[in-house]
């Protein structure tokens, strides 16, 4: 190919350029939100409970966002992609049923493997300081399966542009994050972040649920 300055002076595409703008200010949010909604979590759980629970809490999440890598990469790069191409409603619904029936049982799974091999994982990525976990782990396991399957619902919401649910959704659900981690970890110490994640994943499925059925109607 050659390189031609005259490429770059074509004038802005005012169309693309709000499209796009939509799709950046999602990425954004989700990138803002959710590193902020955790940094406060584990201040206020090392502040309230101690250092050692939150180092603790972050060794169960880097775990689970280990594992769960190659789920969100198949979402980004094939499934978020095929959402955005199709427009007749009847397949889009065959794509989510589809996608359900391929990703879930895969998530389900390796947290099983994940489950019965935690004592191993967590000596070899860590050390035997951090063998508390191991009965946390399944809390997280849990969470993380309802997460994905609430993702594979909010993923039309990104591919459709609708930026103003996403990003409301975002923020509203990362303040519910904190909000539930807060009360539950003065009740249950670390053990509530994860009883705050269950909970928080779950009415973000059936609000997604909703958004989606909307869509359709």
């Known amino acids: 190919a050659v390189f031609k300055i005259n490429n770059f002076n074509q004038g802005i595409d005012l169309n693309s350029f709000k499209s796009l703008s939509k799709f950046a200010a999602m990425a954004i949010t989700s990138a803002l939100v959710l590193p902020i909604s955790h940094i406060y979590i584990r201040n206020y759980l090392g502040e309230s409970v101690s250092w050692e629970a939150a180092g603790y809490w972050q060794a169960i999440w880097l775990i689970s966002a280990t594992y769960l890598m190659l789920i969100t990469l198949t979402l980004q790069t094939y499934y978020l992609p095929r959402l955005s191409e199709i427009s007749n409603k009847k397949e889009l619904v065959k794509e989510v ?9 895969i998530v389900i799974f390796t947290s099983f493997i994940i489950y019965f091999l935690r004592e191993f994982i967590v000596i070899t990525l ?14 997280q396991l849990i969470g993380d399966i309802i997460r994905v399957s609430s993702l594979l619902l909010s993923k039309n919401v990104v591919a459709k542009a609708k930026y103003k649910i996403h990003i409301f959704s975002e923020i509203i ?22 009883f705050a994640y269950i909970i928080n994943y779950t009415i973000y499925f059936f609000y997604m649920l909703i958004v989606f059925k909307r869509y359709l109607n």
């Not at 049923?97 to 879930?104: D, Q």
């Open 97 to 105: 049923v589809s996608g359900y029936k391929i990703i879930m049982p």
């Open 126 to 139: 860590f050390t035997e300081s951090f063998m508390p976990i191991v009965s946390l782990l399944i809390w």
């Open 173 to 194: 659900f990362s303040l519910s994050f904190v909000i539930l981690s807060i009360h539950l970890i003065d009740a249950y110490g670390v053990s509530g972040i994860l």
